[in-house]
């Protein structure tokens, strides 16, 4: 190759180099931009739904309904006695039945606890077996002292207002149960209101044979 073209062909290489140098030069180093690793998306957790309470234990359905039935009541100058028949219906097999009860006066100034608890009360009836769905009637009186009542005054009137008390209890498919109730009784004139009149002790002694019984819920601490 003659040196003219030699000479042409070098200064086209180095001027292709001065080139490629400077536009190095001018660019400089390509940026790399640095992104932030990408994390996984974690869900927010829900809230843990609040325990449950447990429910409240529901209350037994006794095996028995009670029913008394005011028959007579004959005041004395000794004593206050009420002829009653009771009805027990059975909705299961019951052993070992007992029935326990008194009689006592209802008044305001008595706390209520003294008017339906039962105390010392004597044993009234005892039945060894009551089969299912039969009803058992037992027949008795209760008396009271004259002078244990607490009679209202009202006027020149004393009135005596006689409140029976019952517990019942005995084993149902070898289970204990116990069944608390209590009735006012009053005399019964069939008054439109429905409402019972008490017995009057002012006027010495009688028999009022037309009865009636109000039943009322025996709260647990009785």
Known sequence: MPWPWIAVA????????????????????????????????????????????????????????????????????????????????????????????????????????????????????????ANKDEAVELKGEIRLPLAAITPINHGTAALFVPLVRLEVHGTCAGQPFTLRTAYVIGVDDRAPDERLRPFRLDAGPRVYSELGRRALVVPAYA
Do not use: F
């Open 10 to 129: 070098l200064a086209l290489i180095l001027a292709a180099g001065a080139w490629l140098l400077w536009r190095r030069q001018n660019t400089g180093a390509p940026s790399v931009q640095v992104q932030p690793p990408v994390l996984p998306i974690t869900a927010t957790p829900k809230p843990l739904p609040a325990a449950r309470k447990p429910d409240a234990p529901r209350p037994v359905a006794s095996p028995i309904a009670l029913d008394l039935v005011a028959i007579r009541m004959s005041a004395s100058l000794v004593n206050a006695t009420l002829s009653y028949r009771l009805i027990i219906t059975c909705a299961d097999t019951i052993e070992s039945l007992v029935v326990r009860g008194d009689m006592t006066s209802a008044h305001a100034s008595r706390p209520t606890e003294d008017q339906l608890g039962l105390g010392d009360a004597p044993i009234l009836h005892r039945t060894d077996r």
